[in-house]
């Protein structure tokens, strides 16, 4: 059977009585380089006064914005867990995002530089993307939607994508993405849960070197119950498929539609709390929620964030952030943080390795990007391709990396430091979830020193801590539950259209506090390590182990490049710890000896406990659409159980190859 859960946080018992084991000792430090520190956006002074005066610090980070009407009231919490912030300002984001820039004499600053991955280019600046977002808007408004209808978006990474974004979000008409490699189903679930009245597509986008369609999908989801609102479809012609299937009356081209429209359009201005996107969280463990985030607090610690955890001088720096638009990454560093601050930015449509393993390194080159933020999961699959390759391309531009999506592990953070960033760039470890809006926990580069594989400090304005089973918090040196104890203005609003799941959620577990479902440790100097999920946390012969520590301790041998552990089911221990582990390249997984080699490392690092049952190496894991690895389904594996949730699963044939592998390493033991 699979594991729910999405609603309850039951599975919190398993790491009752005693916190965390926390065994990884990690001992490398690395001060900000003096040039950056002393020329740093934000200084150490920030998390002073924010601490003197939490509203009073988010009231002048929103005077980083242009509104219509200046908000008088910073937060209103008289309704907990129903947060509004700046409740009586009105703004539009798309206006925040493009015109203002435009208004001051940069229109002529590059937006965006759009790399495909056939190798098309296309630069936008503010000015040519101020006009392609309002013939953007006028359509939709010609296709009837108003304030308040729903957009479903369903691109690929194509300038449109951001274009179209920024056109709903500037006549209030709240937008949701749906990750373009998603199936009908998954779409029409959300269109439905929605209940969206247009849908933004293409006839597909260019993946690994091939067109891959996306009209079909839409097609087939709208047979479905509950999408029958969908009045529109409007389709960017992005690969030129002919043979496209089409539905008078609904389906409508992009450059029928927008490119005959006026390229003026006078932005209205909304109420701060006016929603702005819907957008489901990526699944990892258990059915996507419909996160809810309005408009002025959101674009608030966007804009506040970017500045500071990036320190982004939008001169001279050019930024790429690599994820995806259609998840909260994308949302947030690609389109409405960089955006708002004038950034130049990369934006590019495909794989990493396409056509080659350097795609992305060549990019950075030839851009000269010099902030790059990007996932534990492409620096890991960048270490298994080999040093070599990043060293072919000159990446001397960088000057600060970022990491966000999953807990880094720290021979994955020093390997980026060193093999991208030249053994010179801070690494910013970000801790946030698509609930949080934006960045929450994150080292600042001109002041921190970091630790690699820890996230730990929270942001000036925003409190976070780690508490006991009993919401106490717990002592350095201890491990538990990641709680945020003050409202935040990215905060999620509700889940939509079901207030009481969003009660039962995030804040039933403690009173009065947000619990984000992720175990966390304080170290000696209270700084804070990210151990995953609680629901994976192992209890081993009456001890909690985190599958972070023991995932970072089999990445730290050097012929393991990727690791993914759970707990299954052990009638001597409880659980057993089972690791399933990628080799790097030159490593040959029937090596004779290999299993018992990994076992005794993990072993050394972290003591006997930690030592997994079993080993077995794979080919690939099973992750997300947003490269996270989907520890519930391997537990459902390594229990035998049927398959939970797979509608987020990037390759759903991974799991059968592991299914098939299964039995052989059982009986290893
Ligand atoms: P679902 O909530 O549907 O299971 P999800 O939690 O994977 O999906 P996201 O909102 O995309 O959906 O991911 C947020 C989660 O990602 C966090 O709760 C945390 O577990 C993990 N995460 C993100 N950044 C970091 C980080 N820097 N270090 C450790 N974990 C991180
Ligand atoms: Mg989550």
Known sequence: MARDTTGTLGKGDVVSNESLANLLKEERRFAPPAGLAAEANVSAEAYERAKADRLGFWAEQARRLSWETEPTETLDW??????????????NVAYNCVDRHVENGLGDRVAIHFEGEPGDTRTLTYAELQREVSKAANALIELGVEAGDRVAIYLPMIPEAVVSMLACARIGAPHSLVFGGFSADALATR????????????????????????????????????????????????????????????????????????????????????????????????????????????????SYTHHAVFDLKPETDVFWCTADVGWVTGHSYIVYGPLSNGATEVLYEGTPDSPHQGRWWEIV??????????????????????????????LSSLR????????????????????????RTPVVDTWWQTETGGIMISPLPGVTETKPGSAQIPLPGI??????????????????????????????????????????????????????????????????????????????????????????????????????????????????????????????????????????????????????????????????RSGKIMRRLLRDVAENRTLGDVTTLTDSSVMTLIQTQLPAASSED
């Open 78 to 91: 008289s309704n907990p867990p129903f947060a509004k912030w700046f409740a009586d300002g009105r703004l």
């Open 400 to 423: 600060i990396l970022g990491s966000v999506g999953e807990p880094i592990n720290p021979e994955a953070w020093v390997w980026y430091r060193k093999h991208i960033g030249a053994g």
């Open 463 to 624: 409190a976070a801590t780690v508490v006991d089973d009993d919401a106490r918090e717990v002592a350095n040196g201890h491990g538990g539950y990641l709680v945020l104890t003050e409202p935040w203005p990215s905060m999620l609003r509700t889940i939509w259209g079901d207030d009481q799941r969003y009660l039962d959620t995030y804040w039933s577990r403690f009173e009065h506090k947000y619990f984000a479902g992720d175990g966390a440790k304080k170290d000696d100097d209270g700084d804070i390590w990210l151990l995953g999920r609680v629901d994976d946390v192992m209890l081993v012969s009456g001890h909690n182990i985190s599958t972070t520590e023991v995932e970072s301790a089999l990445v730290s041998h050097p012929k393991v490049a990727e690791a993914a552990v759970v707990g299954a089911t052990d009638p001597q221990t409880t659980q057993a710890i089972c690791a399933f582990v990628i080799l790097r390249g030159d490593a040959d997984a029937n090596e004779e000896g290999l299993v018992e080699e990994l076992r005794a490392h993990v072993g050394k690092q972290l003591g006997p406990i930690a030592k997994p049952k079993r080993i077995l190496p794979v080919a690939e894991l099973p992750k997300t």
């Open 191 to 302: 269109i439905n849960d929605a209940d969206a009245r247009v849908v933004i597509t293409a006839d597909g986008g260019y993946r690994r070197g091939k067109p891959s369609a996306l009209k079909p999908a839409v097609d087939e989801a709208l047979t479905r119950p509950g999408t029958e609102n969908v009045r529109s479809v409007l389709v960017v012609r992005r690969t030129g498929q002919e043979d496209i299937a089409w539905t008078d009356g609904r389906d409508v081209w992009w450059h029928d539609l927008v490119e005959s429209q006026s390229d003026q359009h006078t932005p209205q201005a909304f109420d701060a709390e006016h929603p702005l996107f819907i957008l489901y969280t990526s699944g990892t463990t258990g059915k996507p929620k419909g996160i809810l985030h309005t408009t002025g607090g959101y674009l608030t610690q966007i």
């Open 365 to 394: 080159q030839k851009y000269g990007v010099t902030i790059l933020y990007t996932a534990p999961t492409a620096i890991r699959a960048a270490m298994k391709w080999g040093d070599d390759i990043p060293a072919k391309f000159d």
